[in-house]
């Protein structure tokens, strides 16, 4: 079993960044692959980026490529996603996940964070 929690969502104006963090216990994360996903209001969850076992490869979604990025950190347990050039377009709970098998499908995912809320104002 892992939990995980997310953290370092917030209120923020178009054109800012932050960084999210996902704080892993239970087993060690480096026996995972990581993805962050998103959810908006009235929307289906959206895949936004995973990253390898390693960290050596990452992948992300068109819509946020260039503006965000993921990192790990297997010492600490951690998974960060720092997102960049924010528009309100980004505004939605954005979700931790570790799996076997890194993907965009939701499903490939076994464990997921509760979320935090990242809001994006115009």
């Known amino acids: 079993q892992v939990q995980l929690v997310e953290s370092g969502g917030g209120l923020v104006q178009a054109g800012d960044s932050l960084r999210l963090s996902c704080a892993a216990s239970?087993?060690?994360?480096?026996?995972?692959?990581m993805g962050w996903f998103r959810q908006a209001p009235g929307k289906e969850r959206e895949f936004v980026g995973s990253i390898s076992k390693t960290g050596f490869s990452t992948s992300y979604a068109d819509s946020v490529k260039g503006r965000f990025t993921i990192s790990r950190d297997n010492g600490k347990n951690t998974v960060n996603l720092r997102l960049n050039s924010l528009k309100p377009e980004d505004t939605a709970v954005y979700y931790c996940a570790a799996g076997q098998t890194g993907s965009s499908w939701y499903k490939a995912y076994d464990y997921w964070g509760q979320g935090t809320q990242v809001t994006v104002s115009s």
């Open positions: 239970g087993r060690t994360l480096s026996s995972y692959d």
